[in-house]
């Protein structure tokens, strides 16, 4: 379907104002034909022998008030329908973008998709609003004035719009190439949104490592391209009026040679020539407008082309038909010879024939080096990603077979990249349950050791915590995580390296909150610190998507040249080589006192 058609279909919600907008713009389009028809009896009769002076005068004043009225009803009216359809859109766009799958929102950068949602919308906006309803009044407006030219003398009028057709063709051109240099203008535009959001992003790094310079360099080299493109369109778009101007001086050239003779044979008046040439003359003005109309509709074009490129994106896992709701955890999750790779991984597997079973109420930490599989393991539970081959049942159950929404309810996160929202304290503990009482809150904080410094807070539960809660510490955004999943309550937890960034004291806090959270809950835990997962009730051990080895802390342990074993060894051989060299700096420190 033609992108403007498709976005025109928008409006059909409002039918009615619309079709109350075309009558205004019938009643303006009426009303410029009459204010040229009065040209002739201002002339003859007025001017030429002072009759119906009272009356010309009148209807002049009721034409132009006519005219006013309906330029206004249509262009409220035609601004409010747009408006609408915009804003439909945008919701449409937001909610749909918001839906699509984990891999999509990795190949996507946050800069890309808010171009999408701001820039090319408001492109469209103008052309919904204004557009086209300067296509209707004015296109309108011109069928009077060519039907009065008609009127006064066919003749006259067939050679005065002789030139049209001609001009037609470069227009028509000059739209295609407009088009084509909008969407490169668009895409300049949304580059340059993903440099600037990246940089604001990642202030702290700029400033860390002094790179103000370089990434003002990178942000005005995309400004830079922005602006030839801008001016490649500006360009093209400023060659319009040039041409219809040349359109309207042949008209009136060639309507002075043909009128002239025609008034010298007396086959028309003064009053009639005068009133063809006003109305040609009046046509001018609503020919240039569609001209920059024309332009209006090639860039929303370039731009309804993008947004709805995105809106034809699917990447969401879905439901099957017939999925069944699922119900509470009762027997455990099992992965049965899961495999998976990413989209973009050309053949290679992240995960490799995966089998193990987690029965109801158990912790199975997942372990192993950077870039193992723990996270693309744990991430295809709530099926943010589907397996490539295998199956994860849950109860027995496929989780493919049944309701995305279901699936989910029963899955807590707490991750070690903390997402919290710019807003109350309270807001984000009942994010996954927004209709949660106070005191539901407050337990959960307390469950959480978060209480304590929420009621040092000037405001409390209701302060304000910035974005991505960026006015708290570390710690403190980690124990909301907790407290929020605590409040959703969910059977299943998945702990994402939730306390590998912290310090000594916060994560003592932290271990504390995530204790109560893993009460009587069937756990998955990523944990980068293998001391914290010593009491698991199962251990997977993975290497390059494989699961290597599984089993209890002290078994594993006691496997000679265990990849376990390995792990472990070199991870407490660098704690005993940081707490020799503490004790030697502390020695040192008092020896040089003592001297």
């Known amino acids: 379907m033609n992108p403007l058609t498709r976005l025109f279909r928008y409006s059909r919600p409002y ?3 619309f079709s109350v907008a075309l009558v205004a713009m019938l009643l303006y ?8 028809y009065m040209v002739k009896p201002i002339f003859d009769n007025v001017l030429a022998r002072q009759e119906s002076v009272a009356m ?9 008030f006519l005219k006013g009225l309906g330029a206004y009803v249509s262009a409220y009216l035609m601004a409010d329908v747009g408006q609408r ?6 919701n449409q766009m937001f909610r749909h973008t918001l839906g699509q799958s984990a891999a999509f929102f990795k190949m996507k950068s946050t800069g890309q998709l808010l171009s999408r949602l701001t820039n090319d919308i408001g492109q469209v906006q103008q052309v919904v609003s204004d557009t086209a309803a300067d296509l209707l009044r004015e296109s309108l407006a011109v069928v009077g004035y060519v039907g009065l030219l008609f009127y006064y003398d066919a ?3 067939l050679v005065c719009l002789t030139g ?12 295609q190439r407009l088009r084509k240099t909008t969407r490169r203008s668009q895409e300049h535009l949304e580059h340059m949104s993903h440099v600037a959001t990246e940089t604001f992003t990642g202030h702290r790094i700029v400033k860390a490592f002094g790179a103000e310079d370089r990434e003002g360099g990178r942000f005005a080299g995309a400004a830079q391209r922005l602006y030839w493109a801008n001016m490649k369109v500006t360009a093209v778009v400023s060659m319009m009026p040039p041409v219809m101007e040349l359109l309207g001086g042949a008209a009136v050239a060639a309507a002075l040679w043909y009128g002239s003779r025609e008034i010298a044979n007396h086959r028309l008046t003064q009053g009639e020539f005068t009133a063809f040439v006003a109305a040609l003359f009046l046509m001018y003005g609503p020919l240039k407008k569609l001209s920059r109309v024309n332009a209006n509709i090639q860039q929303a074009i370039a731009a309804s082309q993008r947004i709805f490129e995105l809106m034809d994106t699917h990447t969401e896992v879905t439901d099957e038909p017939g999925a069944s709701a699922l119900g509470p955890l009762s027997k455990g999750i099992e992965f049965r010879q899961v495999s998976f790779e990413y989209e973009d991984a050309r053949g290679r597997a992240a995960l490799r024939s995966i089998s193990f079973t987690i029965r109801a109420g158990q912790t199975a930490a997942i372990v192993g080096r950077s870039g193992a599989g723990k996270t693309s393991l744990v ?3 709530p099926r943010f990603y589907d397996v490539s081959g295998g199956a994860i049942l849950i109860d027995g159950v ?7 929404a279901s699936l989910r309810d029963q899955v807590g996160m707490v991750t070690q990249d903390t997402v919290l929202f710019d807003d109350t304290i309270a807001a984000n503990i009942a994010y996954g349950r927004p209709t949660a009482s106070a005191a539901e809150i407050e337990a959960a904080a307390r469950a959480a050791r978060a209480y304590e410094f929420i009621v040092t807070l000037p405001d409390g539960y209701q302060t304000v915590i910035g974005e991505r809660g960026q006015r708290l510490s570390g710690g403190q955004r980690q124990r909301l995580a907790i407290a929020r999943a605590l409040l959703k309550n969910s059977p299943i937890l998945i702990l994402d390296e939730a306390t590998s960034s912290l310090d000594s004291e916060s994560e003592a806090l932290v271990q504390d909150a995530l204790a109560n959270l893993m009460r009587d809950r069937t756990s998955m835990v990523i944990a980068h610190r293998l001391s914290t997962i010593q009491r698991a009730d199962l251990i997977v051990v993975l290497e390059h998507g494989r699961v290597v080895e599984t089993g209890r802390h002290d078994d594993l342990l006691a496997k000679p040249g265990g990849v376990y074993a390995g792990l472990h060894a070199m991870q407490f051989g660098e704690a005993r080589m940081h707490a020799g060299q503490r004790d030697r700096a502390k020695r040192d420190s008092a020896l040089e006192r003592e001297i």
């Open 15 to 17: 039918r009615g104002r």
């Open 29 to 36: 389009g009426g009303a410029s034909a009459w204010l040229a």
């Open 56 to 64: 010309v005068a009148w209807g002049v004043l009721t034409a132009y």
């Open 85 to 90: 359809v915009v804003r439909d859109l945008r």
């Open 155 to 157: 003749g006259l009028a």
């Open 164 to 175: 049209a057709p001609l001009v037609m063709y470069p227009l028509v051109r000059l739209g």
């Open 379 to 381: 991430n295809l539970v």
């Open 398 to 404: 496929d989780v493919r077979r049944v309701r995305l």
